[in-house]
């Protein structure tokens, strides 16, 4: 947020600071639903029955888009909008299984992790060892 538009809200009233809080809610909301229609054109323009006869690849690796009975989309669509938007394509409620992993497990105990096994990890980056 700009100190211009934080200077504007100290000037304001109580009724002035809710009008603005309306605006702002209402363009937030209009950019939402901007963002589906947005989702869907890159939905059916990812739709493996849109694509070139020769993106068979393509058509074989195709995923539902969301829950079952929605229609099929490429691999990687979702995750090439998601990443424009700033999302995953598998966050729900504001919250990415991802994040929630890397928060929750200890790092020894995810898959793949190299911290915690003798003799591996990152160079400068290991725990400090106890003195002996």
Request: hydrophobic content about 35%.
């Amino acid at each position: 947020m700009s100190n211009r538009v934080l200077d504007e809200l100290r000037e304001m009233g109580k009724t002035d600071v809710l009008s603005f809080a309306t605006t702002r809610h209402e363009t937030r909301l209009q950019a939402e639903r901007e963002l589906l229609a947005a989702a869907y054109q890159w939905a059916v323009l990812h739709n493996p029955d849109a694509l070139a006869p020769f993106s068979k690849r393509a058509a074989d690796r195709a995923r539902p888009a969301g829950a079952a009975g929605t229609p099929l989309i490429t691999e990687y669509a979702a995750a090439a909008f998601g990443a424009r938007i700033q999302t995953t394509p598998s966050a729900r409620n504001g919250s990415s299984p991802m994040r929630w992993t890397s928060t929750t497990a200890s790092p020894a105990s995810r898959p793949g992790s190299l911290r915690g096994r003798s003799g591996s990890g990152t160079p400068g980056m290991s725990r400090p060892r106890r003195a002996t």
